[in-house]
């Protein structure tokens, strides 16, 4: 797997995520697809599209400070540093986020198959 595609993937959910945009990230993200928030808590893909969806989660930006990569081996994956406006369940902060994504292929696109989300 490329960088630049790696890049493509983790940007477009970034954008994706800032839209609202649920049908975006349903393509791009594995049905098994899990999101671990900072808290430790595992969320399915489907639950997570579904706090979009009602409001529970929004995200109004989302700016990349640092990303690295590591796109070789079997489990591809991007680590990148973000400061992430965000209302998360009703409180509304700016968060220092480590977001780190696995890839996998899927057929034969290119999917993220589970993002760690953690402080910086």
Partial sequence: ??????????????????AGDIATLDSILA????????????QSKTEWLDAIASGQMQYHRMETVQASSTPEGA???????????ATIWGSRATWRLTLRSWF???????VITRTVASTW
């Fill in 31 to 42: 049905d098994g697809f899990t999101l671990t928030h900072m808290t430790g808590y595992v």
């Fill in 75 to 85: 489990a591809p994956a991007l680590t990148a540093r973000t400061l992430t406006d």
């Fill in 1 to 18: 797997m490329s960088d630049k595609v790696m890049g493509t993937l983790y940007d477009t959910m970034c954008e994706a995520m800032v």
């Fill in 104 to 110: 996998e292929v899927r057929d034969t696109e290119w």
